[in-house]
């Protein structure tokens, strides 16, 4: 069975920062994109970023380049993101996900997901 837990998220200031964290289990193929989704309240899901498990390039949508990273440990089966200069729009719920085939433009834009954590909430105040 595989396993995505999140944690890392919580409360912050805008302009502050945190660093979110994926522990993966029970995954054992090795064509897939892994990254992050997110959902702000009322609204729908969004991609965020992700990595691709063929040559490890990362992918991020437009509204968070240059403000996180994304980045994994391949010996200990995280990911992580590192999201610094928070904005008050950047508050959502946070879901680990990761797509059976590595094609990060599906990933990102057309959220076709195989696995889903079960999300850690973000919330930065103005």
């Known amino acids: 069975e595989v396993q995505l837990v999140e944690s890392g998220g919580g409360a912050v200031r805008a302009g502050g920062s945190l660093r979110l964290s994926c522990a993966v289990s029970?995954?054992?193929?090795?064509?897939?994109?892994i990254g992050w989704i997110r959902q702000a309240p009322g609204k729908d899901r969004e991609g965020v970023s992700c990595?691709?498990?063929?040559?490890?390039?990362?992918w991020y949508v437009d509204s968070v380049k240059g403000g996180f990273t994304i980045s994994r440990d391949s010996a200990n089966n995280t990911v992580y993101l590192q999201m610094n200069n928070l904005h008050p729009e950047d508050t959502a719920v946070y879901y680990c996900?990761?797509?059976?085939?590595?094609?990060?433009?599906?990933?990102?834009?057309?959220?076709?997901?195989?696995?889903w954590g079960q999300g850690t909430p973000v919330t930065v105040s103005s």
């Open positions: 990595i691709s498990s063929d040559d490890g390039r990362t």
């Open positions: 996900a990761v797509k059976e085939d590595d094609l990060p433009y599906s990933f990102l834009h057309r959220l076709t997901i195989d696995h």
């Open positions: 029970g995954f054992e193929d090795d064509d897939y994109a």
